[in-house]
């Protein structure tokens, strides 16, 4: 979406990892994790073509 001369991006991302044994008692027993984001930036300029 483009809003005066800026772009928005929205995106969501998630992972689910496999944690050996041996590793639990420092990662705990929840191997999993989101984030949602938000992007923000300027427009791709529009170049004219002139001939």
Not at 6 to 15: C, N
Request: charged letters at 10%; a negative charge.
């Amino acid at each position: 979406m483009t809003v005066v001369k800026v772009d928005f991006e929205l995106g969501i991302q998630a992972t689910y990892n496999v944690i050996p044994e041996s590793l639990r008692s420092y990662y705990g027993n929840s191997p999993y994790g989101a984030q949602i984001y938000l992007a923000i930036h300027p427009a791709l300029m529009q170049m004219a073509m002139n001939h």
